[in-house]
């Protein structure tokens, strides 16, 4: 980030104390931090702490008057190489999305040419909102050809009391979606994976028992989709399989869904001999039903207990060991509760992997359903422990370790 301008927008949301320590952490990655707050925002934090904290004048009136012979606001956009936004409130997207310019951050949103970043954060029944989630849907239709990042916000308690989606999301993965997008737009190519084919498998399966019910897991899908985004960001083919998630798709990428193991399999299989990496980050089951009732099972009046048969699943994992091509790269996710290592060494001996990515979901970091995680990436050679990072980084991570494999790879037309 080292002398990169960040224009930073901070809106009048209660998330804005955050924003403070975002300047904190890009200013030590000595980037250039020019902080433009709108009025509401004010009430809440002075400019004079941002202020200190950017070592810049703060931008907050729309008329301020600069020595140099621009419009401050528009000398800001001229230099900015990445509009931020955050926290950014219903208010201010709604701004952005209809091209509303009347004040100093909704007039620089649309003179800047640089790619944008948004972190929503407020009220969760106003973030599922028609009309907002309307103005999201405009937004990125009309930001995306010049590069937008929308950082979701996260589930849990607001500061409104209510408890649900809406919360800013933490500013690990705020820096990190800060970093990609600078990186990308300053990339030298050195980790491009461009003409490369890359499948990725994400979240659950389901088995069905009856109409009505079915066995899955808690995978959330989101480090699938980060793998599938950090591939598509460094220029590859993706071809991302999902389960059933809750997730907005990476953009530009439109996933294949399926529900079963088997249409998961097959999903696979017609698309392998087309592709150079494979990464299986699904959880997949293990387990189905050995028969599954065509109408809903009923409760029995005369017993309280119910006995399942299950079989085991197709190992597509496995499959894909005996299958792959030489050239080919598979990877496999190991999410463990004991014995880590020596599982994932397992694993990787009878799936024929090229690389197993181990965590320990104990882990409170790397657990389901959460935006960090802890993992080991074990090869036929060596074991190397990344510490807690945020999906995205873990994903950008997994495709450095395997650049000099990728490099020898040749491009599959």
Known sequence: MKGKNIVLGVAGGVAIHKSLDLVSQLVKRDANVHVVMTKNATKMIQPLQFQVISRKPVLVDLFHLSENWKPYHIDLSDQADLLAVVPATANIIGKMANGIADDALSTIAISVNCPTLVAPAMNGHMYQHPAMRANMKRLKRQLEPQGLKVVEPASGMLACGYEGVGRLNELEVILSAIEDILM??????????????????????????????????????????????????????????????????????????????????????????????????????????????????????????????????????????????????????????????????????????????????????????????????????????????????????????????????????
């Open 184 to 413: 990308k737009k300053h990339s030298t190519g050195s980790n491009n994976l461009a003409g490369k084919k890359v499948l990725v498998t994400a979240g659950p399966t389901r088995e069905y028992l009856d109409p009505v019910r079915f066995i899955t897991n808690r995978s959330s899908g989101k480090m699938g989709y980060a793998i599938a985004e950090v591939a598509h960001q460094r220029g590859a083919e993706v071809i991302l399989i999902s389960g059933p998630v809750s997730i907005e798709a990476p953009t530009g990428i439109s996933p294949i869904f399926i529900q079963t193991t088997n249409e998961l399999y097959q999903a696979v299989m017609s698309k392998v001999d087309s592709v150079d990496v494979i990464i299986m980050a699904a959880a997949v089951a293990d387990y189905q039903a050995k028969s599954v009732a065509d109408q809903k099972i009923k409760k029995s009046p005369t017993t309280n207990e119910l006995t399942l048969l299950l079989q085991p699943t197709i190992d597509i994992a496995a499959d894909l060991g005996q299958k792959k091509k030489k050239e080919q790269i598979l990877i496999t996710f190991a999410a463990e509760t004991e014995n880590l290592t020596e599982n994932a060494k397992r694993k990787l001996k009878s799936k024929n992997c090229d690389l197993v990515v181990a965590n320990d979901i104990t882990d409170p970091e790397a657990g389901f359903d959460i935006e960090t995680n802890v993992v080991t990436l074990i090869d036929k050679e060596d074991s190397y422990q990344l510490p807690v990072m945020s999906k995205k980084k873990v994903a950008e991570n997994i495709f450095d370790f395997i650049k000099p494999k990728l490099q020898s790879i040749e491009i599959t037309e």
